[in-house]
């Protein structure tokens, strides 16, 4: 009973605070451009096809 009542509370310990960070901050990528010029995008469909 003692070892359940630990396991559950390491449990909660680690969802609760394993994921400090936004998941907005998580999903942002320095490298992708925010923005893209429309011939870059239209040129890169035109090599595609």
Same mark, same amino acid.
């Given at each position: 009973? #003692? ?8 449990? $909660? ?29 239209? #040129?890169?469909?035109? $090599?595609?096809?």
């Amino acid at each position: 009973m #003692n070892k359940l009542i630990i396991l559950i509370g390491a449990l $909660f310990l680690v969802t609760t605070f394993g994921c400090e960070d936004n998941f907005e901050e998580l999903e942002k990528d320095p490298n992708r451009p925010v923005t893209a010029p429309a011939s870059l995008i239209l #040129n890169n469909i035109e $090599f595609q096809m």
